[in-house]
């Protein structure tokens, strides 16, 4: 069975500081991999997807960036974090959109 | 931009009443309609999957129509538990990967 893998769970990072946020999934392959935040009192905002290794598609400005090394993995970045970035993050893997997403448990980042 | 609107932003429920829920949006030019369950500290859980007007979809005493004719979704809960506490995520799928989600509807059940 496929499983997703999303660490760490809280973060609590001083505004400037880089960030790496990392999602690996288990038990599939060539998955599309996605990256959701939640910022409070908002809905889940799409950040970032990618549907192949190296693939990388942005959704939105900001000072976040998202790599896929390898196939299973997917990692979220920041040189600087900026006090916008505080948030609860969701990692998700689909085989293809239209049938729902798997999320991982999620990480909360506090930038102070 | 779509909006996917959710009403309402929150909802109290004395536990066993009945209860629903809209998910509401503008576009019948979506590949499907998913719903959620987010519960506390947990990732969020997919619920159902419709793609027609007029689908129809039931699990225990949760169910949920689908009018995209009229732009519009319901989720009813039958007999609401403690556990059904949780934020009800709405989301649309298109031809390009992506869910577009609605804000949510958060659900407390009063014991």
């Not at chain 1, 990692?75 to 916008?84: E, N, R």
């Amino acid at each position: 069975s496929q499983t997703i893998h999303q660490w760490p769970a809280t973060l609590v990072q001083p505004v400037g500081s880089p960030l790496s946020l990392e999602c690996t999934v288990e038990g599939t392959s060539n998955p599309n991999l996605y990256w959701y935040r939640q910022a409070a009192g908002r809905g889940l905002q799409l950040l970032f997807y990618s549907v192949g290794i190296g693939q990388i598609s942005s959704e939105v400005p900001q000072n976040l960036s998202a790599s896929r090394p390898q196939d299973r993995q997917f990692i979220l970045s920041s040189k600087k974090l900026l006090l916008s970035d505080s948030g609860f993050y969701l990692c998700a893997w689909a085989r293809t959109g239209h049938y729902g997403y798997t999320f991982g448990s999620g990480t909360r980042l506090t930038v102070v | 931009i779509l909006n996917v609107e959710q009403s309402p932003q929150s909802l109290h429920v004395q536990e066993g009443d009945s209860t629903n829920f809209t998910c509401s949006f503008p576009s019948s030019n979506f590949y499907a309609l998913h719903w959620y369950r987010w519960e506390t500290a947990k990732s969020p859980e997919a619920l159902f999957v419709m793609t027609l007007n007029g689908d129809e979809k039931k699990k225990g005493r949760i169910s949920a129509t689908l009018n995209t004719k009229e732009g519009y979704s319901y989720l009813y809960i039958k007999g609401s538990q403690p556990e059904d506490s949780a934020t009800y995520l709405c989301a649309l799928s298109f031809g390009n990967e992506k869910l577009t989600f609605g804000t949510g509807t958060r659900l407390t059940i009063i014991p």
